[in-house]
């Protein structure tokens, strides 16, 4: 049975367990969301705007105590986690902001001359399955643009983070969204295999793990539920040329060891060419050495530990088998003395085919480091992975940069930036790493009746 509590990662305590929902909590739950989705769903734009604004204000509001929680939860430095909590604000206002032109009829000219036009509408209730790396980002994402469409809400939130999972359900309720409008689910799988495929619920979206998505896939498909998912990945960060080492560095440094290298779209697989490799490798090094590892609830700290024990002897395995079997870490290498998930920021060269580190995700603050001889032999590489998340390519003329963008099996590519994500900008992969987008005009429309109207002159 999932254990709904809070491990904190920095001193390995354990908090009080929440109990698991009972059979009768699910179907209240159930009976509530589809009772508020006919309500909902007949509301005027101007009350959803209203709704999503406040949501943003109150994230705004309790920006610091939301922060603390996540440091406790998962590790997140408080200094990183109020910036979660912004971007979150900036989700809801977007959605707000652009409803009339989101939810706008779309004309479709016709050659008879009669009157067709598609209508967003919404489907109905939908259930979240969310993970522990944003608490509050993944759930906005998927959140803010179903509310504005006319859907409600179902969340089950990861069971390391039920302090987070209740505090956005108080929020929603404190913004004004009606009971069942947003309901917080504590239950395990079997209990979410069940709530999807209850005939009331009409999608499913998660962002997690391979095994998991594959698990509500299948259930979903039995069931004829729409599904997004968002998956792992392996981000390539490819290297050809630069003028300014110093920034390429640091956009290194920002898409490697953010969130202590827990974010599916970090860049994981620098793969640069000879003629840069060394200076990148010396300069990169030397960056990652001195990133500040410390207690997530303290202003000064850059990286706190990896979410779990489990999490942090997870990385330590997979840099193990590479420095057993020949690969080299530059800087770091080991897990960090003392209590806590600690890991060392870790740069690792020589890396090889037969190594857990050449075709695993290593979720945690590890980069990989290539060697390539040429722009073919960087592509080949960058494709050389079962994920297709994101991609960045880095050079000084930024079109030499874009010739790449067409060859790169990713659903987003970033030129002489580091992956990352904004309210207006879509986001999703291919490959093993999910399908579906969220995020931008694109986000709501995966949970949409695109709903044909056609009038005869």
């Avoid at 909590?85 to 004309?107: G, K, N, P, Q, W």
């Avoid at 002897?313 to 290498?333: E, F, I, R, S």
Wanted: proline fraction near 6%; charged fraction near 25%; hydrophobic fraction near 45%.
């Amino acid at each position: 049975m999932s254990d709904y509590r809070i491990t904190d990662p920095a001193t390995g305590e354990s908090e009080a367990p929440h109990p698991l929902a009972s059979a009768e909590d699910v179907e209240s739950a159930l009976s509530s969301a589809m009772e508020a989705f006919r309500a909902w769903r007949r509301t005027s734009i101007a009350e959803r705007q209203d709704v999503l604004r406040r949501v943003a204000d109150l994230h705004e509001e309790r920006a610091p105590e939301l922060a603390a929680v996540m440091a406790r939860e998962m590790g997140k430095p408080v200094r990183s986690g109020r910036g979660e909590i912004s971007l979150c604000a900036e989700i809801y206002r977007y959605y707000a902001d652009h409803a009339e032109e989101f939810l706008a009829d779309e004309v479709l000219p016709q050659q008879d001359g009669s009157t067709a036009r598609l209508r967003t509408a919404p489907l109905g209730p939908l259930l979240g399955i969310m993970p522990w790396n944003y608490p509050y980002y993944q759930v906005a994402r998927f959140a803010a643009p179903n509310l504005l469409l006319g859907n409600v809400i179902l969340l089950k939130h990861a069971p390391q983070c039920p302090e987070s999972a209740l505090r956005m359900a108080a929020m929603f309720a404190d913004a004004g969204l009606s009971p069942g409008g947003y309901t917080n689910l504590f239950v395990d799988n079997d209990q979410a295999a069940a709530i999807i495929a209850d005939p009331r619920v009409q999608g499913v979206s998660l962002t997690g793990s391979e095994r998991a998505g594959a698990a509500v896939a299948e259930v979903a498909g039995r069931h004829l539920k729409k599904v997004v998912l968002e998956l792992g990945g392996s981000d390539p960060f490819i290297v050809l040329d630069t003028d300014d080492l110093d920034g390429l560095v640091a956009e290194a440094i920002v898409g490697r060891m953010g969130n202590c290298g827990q974010a599916c779209n970090a860049a994981k697989r620098f793969v640069a060419l000879a003629e840069v490799y060394d200076a990148f490798v010396e300069r990169f090094t030397a960056a990652v050495a001195v990133i500040r590892v410390g207690n997530p609830l303290e202003e000064d700290t850059t990286m706190g530990p990896l979410s779990s024990l489990a999490a942090r002897d997870q990385v330590a395995a997979q840099v193990a088998d590479a420095l057993a079997k020949g690969a080299v870490a530059t800087t770091g290498g080991d897990v960090v003395p003392g209590p806590g998930a600690y890991f060392q920021p870790t740069v690792l060269t020589g890396v090889e085919p037969g190594m857990r580190a050449w075709s695993e995700e290593i979720f945690g603050p590890v980069a990989v480091v290539h060697r390539v001889a040429d722009v073919a032999e960087a592509v080949r590489l960058a494709n050389e992975s079962p994920y297709g998340l994101s991609a960045s390519v880095h050079a000084s003329d930024p079109a030499d940069a874009l010739e790449l963008v067409d060859l790169l099996d990713a659903g987003m590519v970033y030129i002489n930036e580091s992956p990352s994500t904004a309210a207006d900008l879509p986001f999703g992969g291919i490959k093993r790493s999910g399908y579906g987008r969220e995020l931008g005009r694109l986000g709501i429309l995966e949970f949409a009746n695109r709903k044909l109207i056609k009038v005869r002159k």
